[in-house]
């Protein structure tokens, strides 16, 4: 369970912006083993507050806030053979439905963030939803 932190109190406070989800995302990325950052190759973060209407139309999905993350361009396995034009992989992290997810749950928000990256870092490297369940019941 999460502590409260009551040293400053809540008034004046402001729910973390932009840079704050990128300064967390950038500390639990250095945080990952540099071996494994190493084989991350080059790979993009961009933070917004929503996905695309775009991606909520192609992922068919309810509400903006229904995802916190999303994985895009090619799999390091597939990324084997370069195509013409391709942009770089990246990993957008959404500020809100992450910041959503916070408010009901009992995890820190920087918890929340890298469980995130590392869960779009794992497409990176082509692994499925249901991939990353497996491993992650088989850690725990």
Known sequence: MG???????????????????????????????????????????????????SVVEEMELESPFDILGLFEGRAVAAAATPMTGEMPNRILLYRRPILDYWAEHEETLDTI???????EIGHHF???????????QTAD
């Open 113 to 119: 963030v890298a469980h995130v990256l590392i869960h």
């Open 3 to 53: 502590k409260l932190d009551h040293g400053a109190g809540w008034a004046g406070r402001m729910a973390p912006d932009l840079g704050e989800i990128e300064q967390l995302a950038i500390e639990a990325y250095a945080a990952l083993p540099a071996e494994f950052r190493a084989l991350c190759g080059d790979i993009r973060f961009h933070i917004a507050d929503f996905p695309d209407d």
């Open 126 to 136: 082509g692994l499925s939803d249901d991939d990353m369940e497996t491993l992650e």
